[in-house]
């Protein structure tokens, strides 16, 4: 128990004077006194401390040999700490003022990362997720035969991912306030940006049935056009999932639609009734 005693305040004591120490050299010490302590607590890994005299030596040796080194260790500092925004843009600011260093496709692959890192739930803002997406890509094209354009486009395919079910689920909203006109818009959009959606079938789907609805709650005079595109959106579901989970209803929906386009180009007194009602609602 003494020994256990002795040994906890004699560690005490060190850290208390290593703490003193550093706090000494935080305030009064020189650049180089900084500069060899900021580096020795990098190495250790205490980059909170490391950060404190980093932030006091980027501007005091901006001009000096050591400058890219610090900036290096800055943006890494910032990354530790979880602070990807900071992070992201120091890493940014190391590749375009050292683009000829040797860690400048690391810094660039960096940059985009922590952007990637701070991307948000697919149900927020996705600013940070298009920025993430713009610098991947560009890392991509800047060094295309690098080791980590592997990982860039896995980076990119989990992004791109997040925005399609933004997307997706902002459709389905639409679908089931029975905008169905705002549905469809955004139904093609998906299909148009991300042809190989794993959604893509019910979404060929849920396009008939909007158009199917939406003709049959529209006037006489817009239900031929609704219909057709109805009866349209039943072939591009069929002609690519010939054997959908959707067939029966599918086929239901284009029957009712070829019957209610055969009224109309026939002048049935229903759908002369049906103008009526529509009008006047």
């Known amino acids: 128990m003494k020994f256990k005693a002795a040994f906890f305040l004699s560690l005490s004591l060190l850290l208390s004077f290593s703490a003193c120490k550093f706090q000494k050299i935080v305030k009064s010490g020189t650049v180089d006194e900084k500069y060899e302590t900021a580096m020795k607590l990098y190495e250790q890994k205490d980059y909170s401390r490391a950060l404190q005299l980093f932030d006091q030596l980027t501007g005091a040796m901006r001009v000096?040999?050591?400058s890219q080194k610090i900036a290096y260790r800055y943006a890494y500092c910032y990354f530790t700490q979880k602070?990807?925004?900071?992070?992201?843009y120091y890493f940014k600011r190391f590749t375009t003022t050292y683009p000829n260093a040797e860690e400048a496709e690391e810094c660039m692959f960096m940059s985009a990362y922590c952007n990637f890192l701070n991307s948000p739930e697919y149900s927020l803002d996705q600013t940070v997720?298009?920025?993430a997406l713009k610098e991947l890509q560009l890392f991509t094209n800047t060094y295309p035969s690098s080791k980590r354009v592997s990982e860039c486009n896995d980076l990119i395919d989990q992004l791109r991912l997040k925005l399609e079910m933004k997307d997706?689920?902002?459709?389905?909203l639409f679908y089931r306030m029975d905008d169905y006109a705002a549905a469809i818009q955004m139904f093609n959009t998906i299909l148009k940006e991300f042809p190989d959606s794993q959604h893509r079938e019910e979404i060929l789907f849920l396009i008939l049935k909007s158009y199917h609805n939406y003709a049959?709650?529209?006037?006489?005079?817009?239900q031929k056009e609704r219909y057709t595109k109805a009866i349209s959106a039943y072939n591009d579901l069929v002609s690519q999932y010939p054997g959908t989970r959707?067939?029966?209803e599918a086929t239901a929906m284009k029957e009712n639609s070829g019957k209610e386009l055969d009224m109309i180009s026939n002048g049935d007194p229903q759908k002369k009734d049906q103008r009526v009602k529509f009008e006047f609602n």
């Not at 602070?83 to 992201?88: K, P, V």
């Not at 997706?168 to 389905?172: C, G």
């Not at 049959?216 to 817009?222: A, F, N, T, W």
């Open 64 to 66: 000096t040999d050591k």
């Open 83 to 88: 602070d990807y925004t900071l992070a992201s």
């Open 129 to 131: 997720t298009y920025d």
């Open 168 to 172: 997706y689920k902002i459709a389905k």
């Open 216 to 222: 049959r709650e529209s006037i006489l005079e817009k």
């Open 246 to 248: 959707h067939l029966a």
